[in-house]
């Protein structure tokens, strides 16, 4: 595991370890108001030095932005926070994206602490030291890349999830199995959402390690975003739109998993009993997003906005086998176009 990844009881006494080698000037925390109401409390007992302030934040990927950047840092500011100070991210993965960029910029820089309280950020968005805002609806536009000085992982923060978000994580999960582990995505299939702590960690050690080979998404990072071409720019276009009902990052990343399965199988070698096995798991558990076909080159437009985008090309992760990824995949737009028609006729 990447040295600064810690489950359960060996996590806690990491974390006071780090405060108390730290000489931290100050110490807060950083939440929503859901985490405050549920996962406050169990934090602190475990923790038993001194927190200098709490900052609440509203909940929810709308509010990941520079506004609520702007009362974070204010809060830092009124809180007489400096380099030397420490920020504990205790939430979901809106938590930890924005708090890590907002302790990343902040005074050029001080240390921080992700505590994921979803499986979402346990098995992804707390891991890796990406950091950041969403830029209008366009997801994680502005950010960097910096380390956590540690992540806790405590399982007991998914019993205050509702059975929703819960299911969000679990896109993640396979996506996991899906790029790099055909082992865990069997696991993961024969189980579905009978998960414990050993399939967290497995899920965790695929990301730290894929992390691990390259911190800065220059090559094999890149591994990670399958699911999210597609999937960002469904989830972005349901964020503007707000006639639309709300969709979870993960349930957007589970439709762009099978559209981009289905380009796989056209474009990278993707076998077809392959494609149908994925179609099968993924829509076991999550519910097909109903498109009208005139949003589709919607979508396309907003997919030129990816940040993994070069020189002008969309750049795609593909499958050639369960288990095998292969990065800066060229699709042309007439097989985006087939891909959400076999989305929407399965």
Not at 207 to 218: A, L, R, S, T, W
Not at 285 to 295: C, L, P, T, V, W
């Given at each position: 595991m990447q040295k600064n990844v810690y489950f359960e009881t060996l996590g806690t006494a990491s974390l006071n370890q780090l405060v108390q080698n730290g000489n931290y000037s100050k110490i807060i925390v950083l939440v929503d108001e859901n985490t405050h109401e549920k996962c406050l409390d169990k934090f602190m007992e475990r923790t038993p030095f001194t927190i200098d302030g709490i900052i609440t934040i509203k909940p929810g990927e709308e509010h990941k932005n520079i506004t609520t950047c702007n009362m974070v840092w204010q809060s830092l500011a009124d809180f007489g926070c400096d380099r030397k100070s420490l920020l504990i991210n205790l939430g979901g993965g809106v938590v930890t994206d924005l708090g890590g960029f907002t302790a990343s910029t902040f005074k050029r820089g001080m240390d921080f602490v992700n505590v994921p309280t979803t499986l979402l950020s346990m098995v992804d968005a707390a891991i890796g030291g990406k950091t950041g805002i969403d830029f209008g609806v366009l997801k994680n536009q502005i950010g960097t890349i910096t380390q956590p000085k540690l992540v806790l992982i405590l399982q007991t923060f998914l019993e205050t999830l509702e059975k929703r978000q819960f299911v969000s994580g679990y896109a993640e999960m396979l996506k996991h199995g899906l790029i790099a582990k055909h082992a865990h995505w069997e696991t993961l299939k024969q189980k579905q959402l009978e998960i414990d702590a050993d399939d967290i960690e497995a899920s965790?050690?695929?990301?730290?390690?894929?992390?691990?080979?390259?911190?800065?998404?220059?090559?094999?990072?890149?591994?990670?975003?399958?699911?999210?071409?597609?999937?960002?720019?469904?989830?972005?276009?349901?964020?503007?739109?707000?006639t639309k009902p709300t969709l979870l990052h993960g349930e957007a990343i589970a439709a762009g998993m099978i559209l981009e399965g289905y380009l796989s199988h056209k474009v990278s070698g993707l076998s077809k009993v392959?494609?149908?096995?994925?179609?099968?798991?993924?829509?076991?558990?999550?519910?097909?997003?109903?498109?009208?076909?005139?949003?589709?080159?919607?979508?396309i437009?907003?997919?030129?906005?990816?940040?993994?985008?070069?020189?002008?090309?969309?750049?795609?992760?593909?499958?050639?086998?369960?288990?095998?990824?292969?990065?800066?995949?060229?699709?042309?737009?007439?097989?985006?176009?087939?891909?959400?028609?076999?989305?929407?006729?399965?």
């Open positions: 965790s050690q695929v990301k730290v390690g894929i992390v691990e080979q390259d911190p800065y998404e220059m090559g094999v990072r890149k591994k990670l975003n399958f699911g999210h071409t597609l999937g960002h720019a469904i989830e972005s276009y349901y964020l503007e739109h707000l392959s494609l149908d096995e994925i179609n099968k798991v993924v829509s076991a558990h999550f519910d097909k997003i109903d498109f009208e076909k005139d949003e589709i080159p919607i979508f437009d907003l997919m030129k906005h990816d940040k993994k985008n070069t020189h002008g090309n969309i750049n795609f992760v593909l499958l050639r086998e369960i288990g095998n990824a292969v990065i800066d995949c060229k699709v042309s737009e007439k097989e985006i176009q087939e891909a959400f028609s076999y989305y929407m006729d399965r």
